[in-house]
């Protein structure tokens, strides 16, 4: 190195022109050499300090800390980091040093910008006067701090696949000199700890997605082993299970998931936890034209990054859920109640179309989210539908033994008639049992149709329902030889007319029945049936001899248990705006079912 810089001074002009004797340029090279190996140390240290940056810091804070660090090393008043937002063509404040908090613009456009020129010509700018410069818009805060010249460099983020970078920033370095004038060197080293601290974003980036893995393979391997074991699949338990794995990302109070019908004018909630924290009704299903947020994560909205919302392409942030243009009142009402501060939307897509929705309530305001917590929730939320199908296979699955019992039976029963040697006699009874296996066999058809849904609503007389399954029920039950229990006549009223599918009131008639007689003791008991009106409520009665024990009663009554039976019935009464209630006193217990008779379904159908 020596060397080469005697051969410069040789050959430079003010050299030859101080007509420098050779021991006299051995001495400038000397001291040249003390100058240069400071200045390498100290920048070395300076890139090392802002590399040594820890990059598991929130981006926000990674990003002041850098700033910080810069702006000492620059000998600098302030630096400010943006970084570009392609989605809503503007420059983000993401960190800066010696502004306060709330002292700098959140998000200034890209174009007619000095941050916005230096991301779209990859270049450094110097701005000798910011306050004479046009492109520099905020005038009030530099001359209240006192800056009066800056230099912006480019700050590229590399990524590893596609583009040659991810997205670019700007670090914009503050002085109090006017018409300061920057030279080369200042502008390389400025660069250069500019691409430290993209190191330090990229590295990162690398462990985002490290992290985004493992919580990956966390949700799938806990998944697989909740499938893995014999028991009912519950998608509340999966909820339980899966939800710390969001821990991080926010502070979730609860979670909702939505299945929007195919003319996409529809939508239910097919899960949420905890049930108590949620605003929507389970399995209600409501009109999406009435609902804005609804509407938004549906349809479409215009992205864009608002002071109470965030819309992008593949979330809705509610940032300020009490004021949004996005809420109801309703819920407005509600987020106020349970003190959520952000609602998130994430539409879960098929073939571009949103078939289902996740919703999170977090008890913390977020600004926005990174792609790889938006793709970690969706990942979550089709975890989660996978389970959902699952739990809704393993419930016509369960409800598919009642008729086969049925057929196996009857059949049985049609068959030894048929051995009789005069079948006059017992012609009508061979005529009913026949019946009996048409009926049963048409069920069987129908839940496999039911594997594409329930179907919709229909007005069906719930105490004309009631009577055939608990009359088939009745000759199941003597078919079963168990003559020691008292089935009473069905005391039932007429026309109670409720709006249902008339699929799923069968399946739960079936399992209320079904479980009714599995609790009557071996040494015999009672089994009844009522149906009657109660204001404008339709209310199905079942009462049998067995008392549920104190401890399990109120898990009963939430639909909680070992089989799935509790949970088809509860699901089902929620769905359709019901009630039940379980009592067990003397020896007895009471299922009681109330669903809202037809006139009241229509007059709140007409206020909606």
């Not at 596609?162 to 006017?178: K, N, T, V």
């Not at 007319?497 to 009672?526: F, H, M, Q, W």
């Amino acid at each position: 190195m020596e060397k080469k810089y005697s051969e410069f001074l040789r050959d430079h002009s003010l050299a030859r022109k101080l007509d420098l004797s050779e021991e006299e340029r051995a001495e400038l090279i000397r001291a040249e050499k003390e100058y240069l190996i400071a200045f390498i140390s100290t920048t070395i240290q300076e890139a090392e300090e802002v590399m040594g940056i820890d990059p598991r810091l929130p981006l926000k804070r990674l990003l002041e800390i850098a700033a910080a660090r810069i702006a000492e090393c620059v000998n600098a008043e302030a630096a400010s980091i943006r970084l570009f937002d392609p989605k809503s063509l503007k420059m983000l404040s993401f960190g800066a040093s010696g502004f306060g908090g709330y002292e700098r613009l959140a998000a200034i456009p890209v174009e007619n910008s000095i941050a916005g020129k230096v991301v779209r010509e990859n270049r450094s700018i110097a701005v000798p006067s910011i306050l004479k410069d046009p492109l520099y818009k905020d005038k009030e805060i530099v001359h209240r701090k006192g800056f009066r010249s800056l230099l912006a460099v480019p700050m590229p983020i590399p990524r590893f696949m596609g583009p040659a970078h991810d997205f670019l920033g700007s670090l914009q370095i503050y002085y109090r000199e006017e018409d300061r004038q920057f030279d080369s060197l200042e502008r390389i080293h400025a660069e250069m700890l500019a691409r430290r601290v993209s190191y330090v974003v990229a590295k990162r980036k690398i462990l985002d997605l490290q992290e985004l893995n493992q919580r990956k393979e966390k949700i799938s391997n806990k998944v697989f082993v909740k499938l893995s074991n014999r028991e009912a699949i519950k998608l509340r338990d999966l909820f339980l299970l899966l939800i710390p794995e969001l821990g991080e990302l926010m502070q979730v109070q609860s979670c909702s998931l939505f299945t929007v019908s195919e003319d996409q004018r529809y939508i239910h909630l097919e899960a949420a936890y905890p049930l108590d924290l949620t605003y929507h009704e389970i399995s209600y299903a409501f009109t999406v034209r009435h609902h804005p947020y609804f509407i938004a994560a549906i349809h479409g909205a215009e992205p864009g990054d608002r002071p109470r919302e965030r819309v992008e392409e593949n979330y809705i942030l509610l940032k300020d859920p009490r004021r949004s243009s996005l809420t109801s009142p309703g819920m407005r009402e509600y987020v106020e109640r349970h003190q959520i501060h952000s609602i998130l939307l994430v539409p879960l897509r098929v073939d571009g179309t949103v078939r289902h929705l996740l919703t999170f309530y977090a008890s913390e305001q977020k600004e926005f989210f990174t792609d790889e917590e938006i793709e970690l929730l969706i990942f979550f939320g089709k975890e989660i539908m996978k389970a959902s199908k699952l739990e809704y296979l393993g419930d016509i699955l369960h409800d598919i033994k009642n008729p086969a019992i049925a057929l196996a039976g009857f059949a049985s029963r049609a068959r030894k008639l048929l051995a009789s040697q005069d079948l006059e006699p017992v012609r009508a009874k061979l005529a009913s049992y026949l019946d009996i296996l048409a009926e049963e066999a048409a069920r069987l058809q129908d839940l496999a149709i039911t594997l594409g849904g329930e179907g919709r609503e229909e007005v069906v007389d719930l105490g004309r329902e009631a009577r055939e399954r608990f009359l088939l029920n009745r000759e199941v039950i003597r078919e079963s030889k168990r003559a020691n229990i008292e089935i009473k006549h069905p005391e039932l009223e007429p026309d109670l007319l409720v709006s249902c599918p008339p699929y799923a009131l069968e399946r739960v008639l079936d399992n209320l029945l079904n479980n009714a007689t599995k609790a009557i003791p071996r040494k015999g008991g009672l089994l009844a049936l009522r149906c009657y009106r109660e204001d404008d409520m339709a209310c199905l009665e079942i009462t049998n001899t067995g008392e549920i024990p104190s401890g399990q009663l109120e898990q009963a009554r939430q639909g909680l248990g070992k089989g799935r039976g509790l949970g088809i019935i509860y699901r089902f009464v929620q769905a359709n705006r019901g009630r039940m209630e379980i009592t067990a006193e003397n020896g007895l217990t009471t299922f009681l079912i109330k669903l809202p008779l037809q006139t009241k379904v229509l007059a709140e159908r007409l206020e909606v």
